[in-house]
């Protein structure tokens, strides 16, 4: 099992950048998959980036592609996700995920498969 706690969220000028970070706990943090969602009041929890347990296997929403890099961490058992170019539609609750292992034919982007979630931090942007 893994907790985890998002941290970096904050006030930001739009055009301007922000990192998050997602500290986990327990062991083989490297086997964990991670991702970044996201969730705007009132709409559904939306998928932003996921990273394989290596690192070697990334993947972005299309609405972030060029402005947000996710890495990883997994001696010190964090995961990243560098905002760049940052608009008034980034503005969000983001929050961290987590499922172990492997699991092939899946869309990484679906929401049920992850079974570790944080708290959240909140990104604001201002126009």
């Known amino acids: 099992q893994v907790q985890l706690v998002e941290s970096g969220g904050g006030l930001v000028q739009a055009g301007g950048s922000l990192r998050l970070s997602c500290a986990a706990s327990g062991r083989t943090f490297s086997a964990y998959f991670m991702g970044w969602f996201r969730q705007a009041p009132g709409k559904e929890r939306e998928f932003v980036a996921a990273s394989s347990g290596t690192g070697g296997s990334i993947y972005y929403d299309d609405s972030v592609k060029g402005r947000f890099t996710i890495s990883r961490d997994n001696v010190k058992k964090t995961v990243y996700l560098q905002m760049s170019s940052l608009k008034p539609e980034d503005a969000d609750a983001y929050y961290c995920?987590?499922?172990?292992?492997?699991?092939?034919?899946?869309?990484?982007?679906?929401?049920?498969?992850?079974?570790?979630w944080g708290q959240g931090t909140q990104v604001t942007v201002s126009s």
């Open positions: 995920a987590a499922y172990f292992g492997q699991r092939a034919g899946v869309r990484t982007s679906d929401i049920a498969l992850y079974d570790y």
